[in-house]
């Protein structure tokens, strides 16, 4: 998967470990990662600090739906045809444009 923002490939942590998926983004502060789920259909914010931008993704990379400022201790429950799920730091779905590549 390749994520370009502004046209600008960016870096980002593959969580595939149980380790990387079950704490993912919890207790950070000053977000400016980014967090890819494959094999992840809903997430959840508990634990975290700070809102995030969220994209659930088909597998082949269509967007599903987006959410902005998902604030801490929410849920986004699990949809049937999502694969990937990408954690991004707050109000970046407003000022940056995305786009997901497989």
Request: with cysteine; glycine share 4%.
């Amino acid at each position: 998967m390749r994520i370009l923002m502004d046209q600008k490939e960016q870096n980002f942590t593959l969580c595939t470990s149980f380790k990387k998926r079950f704490i993912g983004l919890m207790g950070k502060k000053n977000i400016q990662d980014i967090y890819v789920f494959p094999g992840c259909n809903g997430i959840h914010t508990f634990f975290m600090k700070e809102p995030i931008d969220v994209v659930l993704l088909k597998k082949d990379g269509t967007i599903i739906q987006k959410f902005h400022k998902v604030k801490p201790w929410r849920m986004i429950l699990p949809k049937k045809e999502v694969y990937w799920t990408i954690e991004l730091p707050q109000n970046t779905l407003q000022e940056k444009e995305l786009q997901f590549l497989l």
